[in-house]
Nanobody
Framework: QVQLVESGGGLVQAGGSLRLSCAAS????????SGWYRQAPGKQREFVAA???????NYADSVKGRFTISRDNAKNTVYLQMNSLKPEDTAVYYC????????WGQGTQVTVSS
C-alpha cells in the first residue's frame, strides 16, 4: 500500500509560479514511476508530467518548457514546479504512483487568475 498527500496548491496570478509537492508513505520502495494529472471543471482528467524511478521525465505538450517534475528519493516526495502559469492551468492537480497498481492522492486546487 502507498499513501500520497499533495500540497502547495493555491491562487496565483497569470505569469506566476507554484510548486506542488506529493509526499508518499507506505511501501515506497515498490514505486516505479510517479506522475501528475489535472482535472478542470467539466473536463476529463489529463496527463501533465511523469518521472520514472531512474529520473526520466515526460511532459504534456501544453506544459513543456513551463513545468518541471522532480523527485527527492530521500524524502519520498515528487515535486511539480509550475512557472508562467496561465488561466487554463486552473484545475485540481493529482499525483499518482505506479507499483503493481496505481495509487492517487486526494488532489490540490490550483487557480490562476487573469
Amino acid at each position: 500500500q502507498v499513501q500520497l498527500v499533495e500540497s502547495g496548491g493555491g491562487l496565483v496570478q497569470a505569469g506566476g509560479s507554484l510548486r506542488l509537492s506529493c509526499a508518499a508513505s507506505g511501501d515506497t520502495s515498490s514505486i516505479s514511476a510517479s506522475g501528475w494529472y489535472r482535472q478542470a471543471p467539466g473536463k476529463q482528467r489529463e496527463f501533465v508530467a511523469a518521472i520514472s524511478s531512474g529520473g526520466s521525465t515526460n511532459y504534456a505538450d501544453s506544459v513543456k518548457g513551463r513545468f518541471t517534475i522532480s523527485r527527492d528519493n530521500a524524502k519520498n516526495t515528487v515535486y511539480l514546479q509550475m512557472n508562467s502559469l496561465k488561466p487554463e492551468d486552473t484545475a485540481v492537480y493529482y499525483c499518482n504512483a505506479f507499483t503493481a497498481r496505481t495509487y492517487w492522492g486526494q488532489g490540490t486546487q490550483v487557480t490562476v487568475s487573469s
